[in-house]
């Protein structure tokens, strides 16, 4: 029989799967123009670029915008700063969403698992400039309901926004709230495709509802949670710098200040559109050994990406 061609092939599977990839050209369409075709810009990484002479116009310095951020004042506090944010949500906030699924699962009031559920979902659509005004507000040192209950055990007012801290329990708390619901959908998902008959099986066996989440459940979505952490570790160094500008000020910049935020004061504010463009690719670069490293380290268990 003879082989299909290259083209050939790609005749075949337009006629077989037509509707297909007519699904999933939008998203290709979204990838190639606001990812890929980007990247050609991270050349002005390595240029002194001037808007005026253009990416190929601008003269090229090799690794001086590198080298001013490594010997910069900043670096090690950004460095600090942005490590101790993405850990501290990661070690608290990873498990949250799990914990909570296996729970959901366990409750068989469908009204009420409903409710729970929808409940944890909103603070996900909540925008983050609400949720930074909510904030304020319930923790304002002169009316704050936060406040007004510390005086009213004997204590002082605390103004949490201006003491560096404060900050990053703040962050991650209220990080924890907007995504731990929102997050568990994926965890309820792959508890949904487990096989109903191992439960059957263990009840019969005579095991409890918590011997059947640790010796079912919990193995059974492994794989998921593995897959999760490591993309969760591969984003360690990405701190979006949006909820923090709400949050920070001048006093606090000691502990609020990462990498994103520094990124965006002197690259886009101050306009070294170089300079930036170096400590981004910095970051993403770091992003990146952080992801290989743990995919290698979960191939142990024989779970990884690739």
Same mark, same amino acid.
């Given at each position: 029989?003879?082989?299909?061609?290259?083209? &050939?092939?790609?005749?075949? /599977?337009?006629?077989?799967?037509?509707?297909?990839?007519?699904?999933?050209?939008?998203?290709?369409?979204?990838?190639?123009?606001?990812?890929?075709?980007?990247?050609?810009? /991270?050349? *002005?990484? #390595?240029?002194?670029?001037? *808007?005026?002479?253009?990416?190929?116009? %601008?003269?090229?310095?090799?690794?001086?915008?590198?080298?001013?951020?490594?010997?910069?004042?900043?670096?090690?506090?950004?460095?600090?700063?942005?490590?101790?944010?993405?850990?501290?949500?990661?070690?608290? &906030? #990873?498990?949250?969403?799990?914990?909570?699924?296996?729970?959901?699962?366990?409750?068989?009031?469908? +009204?009420?698992?409903?409710? /729970?559920?929808?409940?944890?979902?909103?603070?996900?659509? +909540?925008?983050? /400039?609400?949720?930074?005004?909510?904030?304020?507000?319930?923790? %304002?040192?002169?009316?704050?309901?936060?406040?007004?209950? !510390?005086?009213?055990?004997?204590?002082?007012?605390?103004?949490?926004?201006?003491?560096?801290?404060? #900050?990053?329990?703040?962050?991650?708390?209220?990080?924890?709230?907007?995504?731990? &619901?929102?997050?568990?959908? +994926?965890?309820?998902?792959?508890?949904? &495709?487990?096989?109903?008959?191992?439960?059957?099986?263990? @009840?019969?066996?005579?095991?409890?509802?918590?011997?059947?989440?640790? %010796?079912?459940?919990?193995?059974? !979505?492994?794989? @998921? !949670?593995?897959?999760?952490?490591?993309?969760?570790?591969?984003?360690?160094?990405?701190?979006?710098?949006?909820?923090?500008?709400?949050?920070?000020?001048?006093p606090i910049y000691e502990t609020s200040d990462v990498i994103s935020t520094y990124v965006y004061r002197r690259g886009l504010v101050g306009m070294e559109f170089s300079f930036g463009a170096a400590v981004g690719l910095f970051n993403s670069v770091i992003n990146l050994f952080l992801l290989v490293a743990a995919n290698r380290l979960s191939r142990a268990r024989d779970m990884s990406l690739w």
């Amino acid at each position: 029989m003879r082989k299909q061609g290259g083209l &050939g092939r790609i005749r075949a /599977v337009w006629k077989r799967d037509a509707a297909l990839v007519l699904l999933c050209l939008p998203v290709i369409a979204y990838y190639v123009i606001f990812q890929y075709l980007p990247m050609y810009g /991270v050349v *002005i990484a #390595f240029k002194d670029f001037s *808007i005026h002479k253009g990416i190929l116009g %601008s003269d090229w310095v090799g690794l001086q915008n590198f080298l001013e951020f490594f010997r910069s004042f900043y670096f090690w506090r950004l460095l600090r700063n942005t490590l101790l944010v993405s850990v501290y949500s990661l070690l608290w &906030g #990873f498990p949250l969403p799990i914990l909570f699924a296996l729970f959901l699962n366990e409750l068989h009031n469908g +009204i009420y698992k409903k409710t /729970v559920q929808t409940l944890s979902y909103l603070p996900h659509f +909540i925008s983050n /400039v609400v949720i930074v005004s909510i904030m304020m507000i319930l923790l %304002s040192p002169s009316d704050g309901i936060v406040n007004k209950l !510390i005086q009213g055990l004997g204590g002082h007012s605390i103004n949490f926004f201006k003491q560096a801290q404060w #900050f990053r329990t703040l962050y991650v708390g209220s990080g924890i709230w907007q995504s731990f &619901g929102w997050n568990s959908i +994926i965890f309820l998902a792959a508890i949904s &495709g487990l096989d109903p008959q191992l439960y059957e099986a263990a @009840t019969m066996d005579g095991a409890s509802r918590a011997q059947k989440m640790l %010796s079912i459940t919990i193995p059974g !979505i492994m794989p @998921t !949670i593995i897959i999760i952490l490591i993309l969760s570790i591969g984003n360690l160094m990405s701190v979006g710098y949006e909820k923090i500008i709400l949050m920070y000020s001048p006093p606090i910049y000691e502990t609020s200040d990462v990498i994103s935020t520094y990124v965006y004061r002197r690259g886009l504010v101050g306009m070294e559109f170089s300079f930036g463009a170096a400590v981004g690719l910095f970051n993403s670069v770091i992003n990146l050994f952080l992801l290989v490293a743990a995919n290698r380290l979960s191939r142990a268990r024989d779970m990884s990406l690739w």
